[in-house]
């Protein structure tokens, strides 16, 4: 996700909720994503994300699933990471706890199908946290712990807003991210929207 949204300069709010059904993949070799649900959604504007050729490797096998389902979800995550677990125990199978024998029956929380704003900047924060972790650290200890470093989804935004205006212009940068201004009509939204299309070929 974080890597996506390098690439496509998307908001949080709108790579949460991406979904196959929702990515136009017919015009070539550019993809369209279309959020069903979007920032400027309640003034009439559609907004269009576009999706070029490093960002499509990258999303590709989180398209395997059903059309309407959330193409990055926190509960298929989670069973991956305890897949992951069980196959790296040094414990034989016949020994010890049997896989998922030893969690709660009715959790306080359960993984969703997909991730929030919210749920997505903590695992950010989580992450970011256990790459810093000082040798020796208890998991207590870990709790409280602060990371000497920190960053939130949102600088991954203007991160792709700085390296699109550098590149390729104020112009292309607007349309790319999904930013209008009042001033600027619709006699310019095709030609702002080729400048977008080579633009998102050419990075990713």
Known sequence: MVRLQLLTGARSGELV????????????????????????????????????????????????????????????????????????????????????????ADPRKKPGDHYTTASYGHAIRQAVKKAYRPAGTSNEQFKTWKAPQHWHPHQLRHNAATELRKEFGIEAARIILGHRSAAITEVYAEKDEQRAVLAIASIG
């Not at 994300?49 to 509960?75: D, M, N, T, V, W």
């Not at 020994?95 to 969690?103: C, D, E, L, Y």
């Open 17 to 104: 909720m991406m979904r196959p059904c929702d990515i136009d993949r017919t015009g070539g070799g550019i993809w369209v994503y279309i959020p069903a649900d979007h920032k400027t959604a309640h003034h009439g504007h559609q907004r269009r994300i576009y999706i070029g050729p490093r960002a499509q490797k990258l999303l590709a096998p989180f398209l395997l699933r059903r059309p309407e389902a959330y193409c990055f979800s926190p509960a298929e995550a989670r069973a991956e990471y305890l897949e992951r677990i069980n196959e790296a125990r040094k414990t034989p199978q016949q020994q010890g706890n049997a896989p998922g024998t030893n969690r709660q």
